[in-house]
């Protein structure tokens, strides 16, 4: 799909709207987004969110990193009802809060699991053809956490800021060593007019099985 429809889905949904009404009602009980305004919700979750779309092959298998509130996982399963999206994130109450939002949208290629991203690793190792993740880390953590879950030729999505360049070239060496080739930076421009960049990385070797690392190693002191 192209910008413009991207567009109109993001804004025009029904399913997408209800999602809305339900995120601010649940927002005031649970803090789950400092984002509230009706434009913000669309332009900087929605669209945000659909901007890695056209990178999912069809019929792919996907795994998010970092869910939160349901971002990017919940607009791609509406959009993309060919794919399979797990959301994984570690705070209890946004894993439930995917699941309400699934149910009551009758959304039923997307469900979210209270994991953390190492915990998911051990399990679902190289079992995934698509891992995404948005404001979650940098480069070189986030690839740690992605790469393990990716099978041979499958894509890490990385939804990045204005930095993404240099974040890239920070994570030069984490991507040899856990197996990863960039294919290349996307830029995109929200309708509300912030820049922000798709990183996209091919996994082309195994990782090997010691990453990720325990205890919080991934953030604390990244692969350099």
Known sequence: MDRLQLIKFASENEKLQQFARFLKR???KYNLTAITGEEEI????FYDSLAGANFLPQGANVCDIGSGAGFPVIPLALLREDCSFTGVDSTEKKVNFINAACAMLGISNCYAVH???EDVCRSGRESFDVVTSRAVAGLSTLAEYCLPLLKAGGVMIAYKGSQAEEELEEAHTALQVLGGVSTGIYPYTLPTGEMRNLVIVEKRASTPEKYPRGGNKPRLKPIK
Not at 42 to 45: L, M, Q, T
């Open 115 to 117: 994991a953390r991203a």
């Open 26 to 28: 649940e927002n005031l």
């Open 42 to 45: 669309v332009s900087k979750h």
